[in-house]
């Protein structure tokens, strides 16, 4: 017997909205002050977000609170810095560019922090499985990383 399967693919799902951007609920827009997002999509095992991002806009460190997902970079460059923790060691930071059409899958454990360090907006469609519930926010200590928050849908974004 062929064991098989059934997980979502969340980087085949912001693809798939990336490439249709005729069909999402809103235009993206761009605020001065912070990143703009918006909901385009939920279902009962996943959600779809639209995000942009003006030069010098980003994110802290956080999770998913538990949830997997993946992201797209619909137009612009993106730089993702992810968070490796091993015991007994500080933690490492690895950093990667992506650019338009690039995408990433992540675990449920996945900790990063995303930066427009170009000089152009970027757009990016990102999915959550499940939905999101909460994001915790981090800081990196010099052992070990510190929780900052715990943010929770809903009441804080």
Known sequence: MTVVDTRLDHLAVATRFAAAPEQWSVA???NPVDRWYHRLHVADDHEVWLLTWLPGQGTDLHDHGGSAGAF???GGTLTEETVSVAAGR???VTSRELGEGAGRRFGKHHIH???NRSSRPAVSVHVYGPALTTMTRYRI??????VLTVERAGVQW
């Open 28 to 30: 993206p827009r761009f």
């Open 113 to 115: 922090r995303m930066t």
């Open 141 to 146: 200590g010099a052992e070990a990383l510190e």
């Open 90 to 92: 500080p933690p490492r």
């Open 72 to 74: 797209h970079v619909f």
